[in-house]
């Protein structure tokens, strides 16, 4: 069964521009969370999707935004990046019990 | 609201003795905790879970932990370190027991350095 897949692994962007970040969930997996991970806040949660609708959302600032394909993969968007947008974006697929990682996203804001 | 502290940012064992990562936590409701580790570069892996079945939980690679409500903890024990332990390893709790796809919380980390 493939895993969690996330592209790109790295994007490089300048202050101000937007981003769109990919999630294709394990096969089955009706679930999908984001989470940021930078070295000072640690890994924190944007929000999640399930079947298309956004069902729980973190504390951040609406220039994230996400959202959810019929087939369950999700994109999320950052618009008028700034330079502490810099993370690791990770995507999460839920199974039964618990939620499966995927390798992430190097996001550097220049 | 729910929390989770790890009591160390970082422990160094030597290859082959014991490990333990301490993690507590904080829940008004029963819930699921979670180890996670990360090895530099990579995504979570799940080492183990606890859902309310047997507090002692066994998981991957010979890592185990015992989730014991009266302390309010959930540490990571390893009879024998590996080299290929060292990496990053988070403590985490799920507000809602047995509700996969809910809002993760997660310490702060532990980093694990093993010495030959």
């Known amino acids: 069964k493939a895993g969690v897949t996330q592209t790109p692994r790295y994007l490089i962007k300048t202050r101000g521009q937007q981003v769109t970040l990919s999630c294709s969930p394990i096969?089955?997996?009706?679930?999908v969370s984001w989470y940021q991970q930078t070295p000072g806040q640690g890994l924190q949660f944007l929000f999640e999707y399930f079947s298309e609708t956004q069902r729980n959302k973190g504390n951040f600032p609406g220039r994230f935004s996400g959202r959810q394909f019929s087939n369950s993969r999700s994109e999320m968007n950052v618009s008028t990046l700034e330079l502490g947008d810099s993370a690791l974006y990770l995507c999460?697929?839920?199974?039964?019990?618990?939620?499966?990682f995927g390798p992430g996203t190097r996001l550097t804001v220049l | 609201a729910q929390s989770v502290t790890q009591l160390d940012s970082h422990v160094s064992v030597s290859e082959g003795t014991p490990v333990l990562l301490r993690c507590n936590y904080s829940s008004s409701y029963s819930p699921s905790l979670f180890w996670y580790v990360q090895h530099p570069n990579k995504g979570l892996q799940l080492l183990l879970k606890y859902t309310s079945a047997a507090t002692l939980v066994k998981g991957i690679n010979g890592f185990e932990a015992e989730f014991k409500k009266s302390e309010t903890s959930f540490h990571l024990t390893k009879p024998s370190a590996h080299m290929s332990d060292a990496a990053e390893y988070f403590c985490v709790v799920s507000p809602r027991l047995n509700q996969a796809g809910t809002a993760l919380i997660f310490g702060k980390g532990t980093t694990l350095s093993v010495s030959s």
């Open positions: 096969s089955g997996h009706r679930s």
């Open positions: 999460a697929s839920a199974g039964v019990h618990e939620q499966f």
